[in-house]
């Protein structure tokens, strides 16, 4: 089945510590985006890519950085510039124009010890 | 930068009941797309209703209904016989039509809607 997969689905970071948080898809997307949701919150949009090895900040992309040397993969790195990272981080693809609807994977808790 | 308003944070409804979710957006744009997406105690987002701008027939998806009001710049969701199910966060979203714009996809802060049995 065609979709798109988040791992882990929980991560914990350590103070001073960067971490990756992994999305991948098999959709043939060219699109993909990361957003970050705040417990009772709308998401708001840390980057997103429309090409490979293209991708452009979103409204909240400090101590956050990406990559996208593959068409089917857009890892997250939240680095520790992100001061305040304890959030549920969503990944979603979509075709880039004709307005498509974005495919969601399942999400990742992302918390601090 | 198009911006989004649900000015409803929460809500409920009774079962077998119809409610409506409110949601307003300002653009400068004419072409664009406007959605509702479901995110249950799961957090998996679902797409239950999209809209086309250029369209003026309203979208219908089951249960769900939109009314459409780009004058207004309004789109609120009707549920008609609400169930235990649709109990969930409603996130209303934008997204322009022009590849120049980015294509971004744009949420409003969400409505709780809770079912009573």
């Known amino acids: 089945d065609g979709g798109i997969t988040q791992s882990p689905k929980y991560l914990f970071r350590k103070e001073g510590q960067n971490v990756t948080l992994s999305c991948e898809q098999n959709l043939n997307h060219d699109a993909m985006y990361w957003y970050r949701q705040d417990p009772g919150q709308g998401l708001r949009l840390i980057y997103y890519s429309q090409i490979v090895n293209d991708f452009q900040k979103g409204d909240i992309a400090e101590g956050y950085s990406v990559s996208r040397e593959k068409k089917e993969s857009f890892p997250l790195t939240v680095t520790s510039a992100q001061k305040n990272p304890t959030a549920f981080y969503l990944c979603?693809?979509?075709?880039?124009?004709?307005?498509?609807?974005?495919?969601f994977g399942s999400g990742t808790q992302l918390s601090v010890l | 930068a198009q911006t989004v308003t649900q000015s409803q944070p929460e809500m409920s409804v009774q079962e077998a009941e119809t409610v409506t979710l409110s949601c307003t957006y300002d653009?400068?744009?004419?072409?664009?797309?406007l959605f509702w997406y479901k995110q249950p105690p799961s957090r998996q987002m679902i797409l239950v209703i999209r809209q086309e701008a250029y369209k003026q027939q309203n979208a219908t998806e089951n249960r769900f209904s939109v009314n459409f009001q780009k004058a207004a710049k309004s789109f609120s969701l009707k549920i008609s016989d609400s169930q235990l199910g649709d109990a969930a966060m409603y996130f209303c979203?934008?997204?322009?039509?022009?590849?120049?714009?980015?294509?971004?996809?744009?949420f409003g802060a969400g409505t709780r809607l809770t079912v009573k049995p």
């Open positions: 979603a693809s979509s075709i880039p124009v004709g307005g498509g609807k974005l495919f």
């Open positions: 653009t400068s744009e004419s072409d664009y797309y």
């Open positions: 979203a934008y997204r322009s039509a022009s590849f120049r714009n980015n294509n971004d996809m744009r």
